[in-house]
Nanobody, 127 residues
């Protein structure tokens, strides 16, 4: 599966953005989808994940209650709605696909669990 992320930009603290990730290739509905981010000078970190069937959602504690992950299997799209953005949310955001819904040992938070990655989209939150 090929992934293409978009929707990043510059926003003031407290504002909102919606990131999109367009998929193409193998049956999209078979993949669990995730969002990760890499802030300047930091390693890539888990943000959110959604099961292949659009069921269970998982979030990093830092974004819980502010970000929402969703998917439209008919349109081959995954979204990350980001509300009440904070300067510390500034990062390059990546969408990723995993061939398994397994989350044992918090595997869903590990980059190694995702075999497919899109290019990043930059989100900058000004204070």
């Amino acid at each position: 599966v090929q992934l293409q992320a978009s929707g990043g930009g510059l926003v003031q603290a407290g504002g909102s953005l919606r990131l999109s990730c367009a998929a193409s290739g193998r049956p999209f509905r078979r993949y669990a989808m995730g969002w990760f981010r890499r802030a300047p000078g930091k390693e890539r970190e888990f943000v959110a994940r959604l099961r292949s069937d659009g069921g269970s959602r998982y979030y990093a504690d830092s974004v819980k209650g502010r970000f929402t992950i969703s998917r439209d299997n008919a349109k081959l799209m995954v979204y990350l709605q980001m509300d009440n953005l904070k300067p510390e949310d500034t990062a390059v955001y990546y969408c990723a696909a995993s061939t398994t819904d397994d989350i044992l040992d918090n595997s869903h938070k590990k980059t190694a669990s995702y075999g497919y990655w899109g290019q990043g989209t930059l989100v900058t939150v000004s204070s």
